[in-house]
């Protein structure tokens, strides 16, 4: 177990609606990023945080943001969704001590309709 | 522009054999280059890694294989087990930035 959590487990929206789905990692793990990936394709980026600021974003639009707190939770809003929006939503976080390394939760599968 | 190149699409090998993966990078700055492992419906899980200055890594079955002039890393796993039926995805990154993957191959392990 990599001790990434993340919710829901899965989630069903219509499109126009808005989704945040939690991530919440081990203590010391300063550094989240989110990733999305769609059916029988690779995570792709979306965006990292590092000590609750934005470290990076991938060719994600804006209506894709997130949030990283102070007790190594985090989460990604997204508003006005649209139907190409289904995907896995992945969270990974990387430890004080080994910032190469990236540990992925379990996912949130969400379908918008 | 896809970064990194993985093939191929899906691998079936027979219990016991080995099974190769391959991967290609474009991106000379890239200096860290793990592999995950991801079962249906859950998230990718790391297997292992290896950075530039060492050309092989091997951790129990798995073996990464780095070739720095060709900008090209494997992954072997010997001894194949049908527990290994995995879609199997290649990365890279630069250090504290995102990872980019490759697009994953299904590895069936016939009994």
């Known amino acids: 177990e990599t001790g990434v959590t993340q919710s829901p487990t899965h989630l069903i929206k219509t499109r126009g609606q808005q989704v945040t789905l939690r991530c919440s990692s081990q203590s010391g793990h300063n550094t989240v990023s989110w990733y999305q990936q769609a059916l029988g394709q690779g995570p792709q980026f979306i965006f990292q945080?590092?000590?609750?600021?934005?470290?990076g974003r991938g060719n994600f639009p804006p209506r894709f943001s997130g949030l990283q707190f102070p007790n190594y939770s985090s989460e990604l809003n997204v508003n006005a969704l649209e139907l190409d929006d289904s995907a896995l939503y992945l969270c990974?976080?990387?430890?004080?001590?080994?910032?190469?390394?990236?540990?992925f939760g379990p996912g949130t599968r969400l379908l918008v309709l | 522009q896809q970064q990194v190149k993985q093939s191929p699409q899906s691998l079936i090998v027979q219990k016991g054999g080995i099974s190769i993966i391959n991967c290609a990078y474009e991106?000379?700055?890239?200096?860290?280059f793990p592999w995950y492992q991801q079962f249906p419906g859950k998230g990718p899980a790391l297997l292992i890694a290896i950075r530039p200055d060492v050309s092989e890594k091997k951790e129990g079955r798995f073996t990464i294989s780095f070739n720095k002039s060709a900008k090209q890393f494997s992954l072997h796993i010997m001894d194949s087990q049908p527990g290994d039926s995995a879609t199997y995805f290649c990365?890279?990154?630069?250090?504290?930035?995102?990872?980019?993957f490759g697009k994953g191959t299904k590895l069936t392990v016939n009994p």
């Open positions: 990974a976080s990387s430890p004080l001590a080994l910032q190469e390394t990236q540990y």
């Open positions: 945080y590092y000590r609750e600021e934005e470290n």
């Open positions: 990365a890279a990154s630069v250090v504290r930035k995102e990872l980019v």
């Open positions: 991106n000379t700055a890239f200096d860290y």
